[in-house]
């Protein structure tokens, strides 16, 4: 018998949590691995967010809230939106849930019928095409080289478009390119999207603060006002405020997309954590110097991870504009054999050697979609990235 569902047969584990068990089962038999699989801050959470945690648990605020999110939360997203992005929702246009990946899943949910398309530009979030999967739609996956930036363009965006397009996704900064859109990159992608009415937009900005060079960030919803009424902007306090375990994403977009959303919410978790969502009230409303030193510092990492990754014969990087991730480039090493006889015939295989033999974890390009890459996470400190970096020249000068 089968216990499992013929809609999980499509479905892949996350490749980053993969890899990062991989590290994992490794150091449990002693290796001495250094995990650059999952992207996720190592800073503490801030201790004004902790301490009004704190005081929401000991002031009783320990009960179901409503599906969408506590009207405080829903309020301090809606401020938020208009102090940072020049965007005016009210919280009746706001939903808050488990993480940015929940609002995806339920925005999914939501809409999708069997066959309907999502375009995800390539390199994406690994997550996308298996939602995407879960829920019945076909991800149709557009390859953004590195020659423009890794950036969708609007001839490659109009030659995706079909009948069934129900979504086009954007992620800025990219995970895993680091790739920021400007202003008139998404007008030029809005004039595509004006002519095709049948298609709305998911704009994940989760790494809106962690942007490099002085670039300011632009929302989507900012860029392209006019598709207000086609436009979910998703966000959350994970990587911005060093808050990944809290579990608190929330989406803003047209009222009858986010009642639906919280429906589905309602008939499944009922809620987020309370204390999570008091917690994201102080991180939002609160001062927000600790979330400029993490820009800084992810900002210092990035350019030591660039300057030594150049230097190795072999890799290429396009310096990352945002986000905490190297998206490395392997084509010269694909077809050349490792020490042990072993031909790296692509990046999984390139990914494998490095952790079996550098003893450094990462993920693959494959699980992005564009290959030949492979992904490190550079939110880890400057001392863990330059052992990385030594070990992975090491690894590589060794390859025939
Ligand atoms: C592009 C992107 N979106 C969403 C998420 C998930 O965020 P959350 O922790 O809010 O679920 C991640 C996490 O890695 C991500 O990289």
Same mark, same amino acid.
């Given at each position: 018998?089968?216990?499992?569902?013929?809609?999980?047969?499509?479905?892949?584990?996350?490749?980053?949590?993969?890899?990062?068990?991989?590290?994992?089962?490794?150091?449990?038999?002693?290796?001495?691995?250094?995990?650059?699989?999952?992207?996720?801050?190592?800073?503490?959470?801030?201790?004004?967010?902790?301490?009004?945690?704190?005081?929401?648990?000991?002031?009783?605020?320990?009960?179901?809230?409503?599906?969408?999110?506590?009207?405080?939360?829903?309020?301090?997203?809606?401020?938020?939106?208009?102090?940072?992005?020049?965007?005016?929702?009210?919280?009746?246009?706001?939903?808050?849930?488990?993480?940015?990946?929940?609002?995806?899943?339920?925005?999914?949910?939501?809409? @999708?019928?069997?066959?309907?398309?999502?375009?995800?530009?390539?390199?994406?979030?690994?997550?996308?095409? /298996?939602?995407?999967?879960?829920?019945?739609?076909?991800?149709?996956?557009? /390859?953004?080289?590195?020659?423009?930036?890794?950036?969708?363009?609007?001839?490659?965006?109009?030659?995706?478009?079909?009948?069934?397009?129900?979504?086009?996704?954007?992620?800025?900064?990219?995970?895993?390119?680091?790739?920021?859109?400007? /202003?008139?990159?998404?007008?030029? @992608?809005?004039?595509?999207?004006?002519?095709?009415?049948?298609?709305?937009?998911?704009?994940?900005?989760?790494?809106?603060?962690?942007?490099?060079?002085?670039?300011?960030?632009?929302?989507?919803?900012?860029?392209? &006002? /006019?598709?207000?009424?086609?436009?979910?902007?998703?966000?959350?306090?994970?990587?911005?405020?060093?808050?990944?375990?809290?579990?608190?994403?929330?989406?803003?977009?047209?009222?009858?997309?986010?009642?639906?959303?919280?429906?589905?919410?309602?008939?499944?978790?009922?809620?987020?954590?309370?204390?999570?969502?008091?917690?994201?009230?102080?991180?939002?409303?609160? &001062?927000?110097?600790?979330?400029?030193?993490?820009?800084?510092?992810?900002?210092?990492?990035?350019?030591?991870?660039?300057?030594?990754?150049?230097?190795?014969?072999?890799?290429?990087?396009?310096?990352?504009?945002?986000?905490?991730?190297?998206?490395?480039?392997?084509?010269? @090493?694909?077809?050349?054999?490792?020490?042990?006889?072993?031909?790296?015939?692509?990046?999984?295989?390139?990914?494998?050697?490095? @952790?079996?033999?550098?003893?450094?974890?990462?993920? &693959?390009?494959?699980?992005?979609?564009?290959?030949?890459?492979?992904?490190?996470?550079?939110?880890?400190?400057?001392?863990?990235?330059?052992?990385?970096?030594?070990?992975?020249?090491?690894?590589?000068?060794?390859?025939?």
């Amino acid at each position: 018998m089968s216990y499992i569902a013929s809609r999980l047969s499509v479905v892949k584990p996350s490749a980053s949590m993969a890899a990062s068990q991989a590290a994992k089962a490794l150091r449990a038999k002693g290796v001495d691995v250094i995990d650059l699989g999952l992207g996720e801050p190592d800073f503490p959470t801030p201790l004004h967010i902790i301490d009004a945690a704190h005081f929401a648990a000991k002031a009783g605020q320990t009960l179901y809230t409503a599906a969408a999110g506590t009207p405080e939360v829903r309020e301090a997203v809606a401020r938020k939106f208009r102090r940072e992005n020049g965007l005016d929702y009210t919280a009746d246009d706001i939903v808050v849930a488990n993480g940015a990946k929940q609002i995806i899943f339920n925005a999914l949910m939501a809409t @999708l019928e069997t066959g309907d398309e999502a375009i995800l530009p390539a390199p994406y979030f690994v997550s996308y095409p /298996e939602m995407v999967k879960l829920l019945g739609g076909t991800p149709v996956v557009v /390859e953004c080289p590195e020659t423009t930036g890794f950036r969708l363009t609007p001839s490659l965006l109009e030659k995706a478009i079909t009948p069934r397009t129900k979504w086009l996704f954007l992620n800025m900064p990219g995970n895993p390119s680091g790739t920021v859109y400007s /202003e008139s990159d998404l007008k030029a @992608l809005g004039a595509v999207l004006a002519k095709h009415p049948h298609v709305l937009v998911l704009s994940d900005e989760i790494y809106e603060h962690i942007l490099f060079d002085g670039r300011e960030f632009v929302s989507f919803g900012k860029a392209c &006002p /006019e598709l207000k009424e086609r436009t979910l902007i998703v966000n959350g306090v994970s990587k911005s405020y060093a808050m990944t375990g809290w579990r608190v994403g929330y989406a803003a977009g047209p009222a009858p997309l986010v009642k639906a959303m919280s429906t589905i919410q309602s008939q499944s978790c009922t809620s987020v954590c309370s204390i999570a969502q008091a917690a994201t009230v102080a991180a939002l409303n609160g &001062p927000q110097d600790e979330v400029a030193r993490f820009r800084k510092a992810f900002e210092a990492r990035r350019n030591l991870v660039v300057d030594g990754i150049r230097k190795i014969n072999g890799l290429t990087l396009s310096p990352p504009e945002g986000a905490f991730y190297a998206y490395i480039g392997c084509a010269s @090493l694909i077809g050349r054999k490792t020490p042990k006889g072993v031909v790296l015939e692509d990046d999984v295989a390139v990914a494998n050697y490095l @952790l079996n033999d550098g003893r450094v974890a990462s993920v &693959p390009g494959v699980a992005y979609g564009l290959s030949p890459y492979f992904r490190i996470s550079t939110a880890t400190s400057e001392e863990v990235l330059t052992e990385a970096i030594a070990r992975i020249n090491a690894a590589i000068a060794q390859v025939e």
